[in-house]
């Protein structure tokens, strides 16, 4: 079978860039949006204005949105993994957490990512040495910024970074839930518009009776940071994510995990006034050389630069 070509031209790094971008600006906007949103009743809000712009997105594309029984239900379980649980997490912890350290801890996805494939996928998946001295590099810079002393204290900011890591969890993992189960075959804008859709029956069920229907009395600065979040954050987000994907492979769109906890911490002290302290700084570095170890980033570089070198001969 041909492998696909990828390249990293001018344009896919535009492409990425927007991508960190948009989800670097999400803490933010989720930090904003609990000033007066509930943390559930927002991922219940925020998934169904991603669904329906995703949704008319699909029609004037004239996209196929039939699917069958099968595949919806492998599309629902997939939406409870990677949207309703994860999002909640994140919105739960973020009322407790600066948005620089949710922003950091979002890079924590390569590590679980790795750590499940060898188990889950297998092959060229497994654990080699490089993976595990990778692995070992980000828990310590985990740990470090969580603060040893912390671990065993029920303190609201201790379980929001937690509820955070557990969030990465969970985006890992549903990362290698769909790629073991969605067909190769289906549209995945489609794929993701129905994922959004099930991900906001899920939240619906918890965020209904907690919190009741929202009221949507909210504030204009509120609504602003609701729907950047929704439409920018979510919707165009991915479908940026599967552009891509589809140009640059997995390997260089992985490059976001670099940039996103850049931007994070950069608009948490630009707008929030928010302050790294030692501790959280030294976390970044080691969690940085972990994701560098584990993603290989030298060979990823090395591949851009030869891409680059050839295009300019």
């Known amino acids: 079978m041909k492998q696909p070509r990828y390249v990293m031209g ?13 989800w670097g600006f999400s803490f933010i906007n989720i930090k904003i949006s609990l000033n007066e949103i509930p943390p559930i009743s927002l991922v219940f809000l925020r998934l169904c204005i ?71 996928i297998g092959g060229s998946e497994r654990m080699s040495n490089r993976k595990t001295i ?28 937690l509820a955070m890591i557990l969030a990465c969890f969970f985006y890992a993992f549903s990362s290698i839930y769909f790629q073991k189960f969605i067909p190769r075959t289906l549209d995945k804008t489609v794929v993701t518009t129905f994922t959004l859709f099930w991900g906001g029956i899920a939240i619906a069920f918890l965020s209904i009776p907690m919190d009741g229907l929202p009221s949507l009395d909210y504030s204009p600065k509120v609504w602003f940071s609701l729907s950047i979040l929704s439409l920018f954050s979510t919707a165009l987000a991915y479908v940026i994510l599967f552009r891509l994907l589809r140009r640059a492979g ?30 959280d700084i030294v976390g970044v570095i080691l969690i940085f050389i972990g994701v560098a170890i584990i993603q290989n980033a030298s060979k990823l570089l090395k591949n851009i630069v030869n891409y680059k070198t050839k295009k300019s001969h």
Do not use: Y
């Open 134 to 161: 990778g692995l070992s590099a980000g828990l310590l810079g985990i740990l470090v910024i969580i603060g040893i002393d912390n671990l065993t204290r029920l303190e609201p900011t201790n379980l929001g970074q």
């Open 50 to 120: 991603a669904f329906a712009a995703l949704f008319i997105w699909c029609l004037l594309r004239r996209k196929n949105l039939l699917l069958s029984g099968k595949n919806h239900l492998i599309l629902m379980l997939g939406g409870f993994l990677s949207c309703a649980v994860p999002f909640s997490l994140f919105s739960w912890g973020q009322q407790h957490v600066p948005t620089s350290i949710g922003a950091i801890f979002n890079g924590c996805v390569p590590f679980f990512t790795a750590f499940l494939a060898h188990f889950w």
């Open 10 to 22: 001018r344009l896919e790094w535009i492409m990425l860039l927007s991508l960190s971008l948009l």
């Open 250 to 279: 997995p390997s260089n769109t992985s490059l976001n995990t670099f940039i996103i906890p850049i931007v994070g911490i950069l608009v948490g002290i630009l707008f929030l006034d928010e302050r790294l302290v030692l501790e």
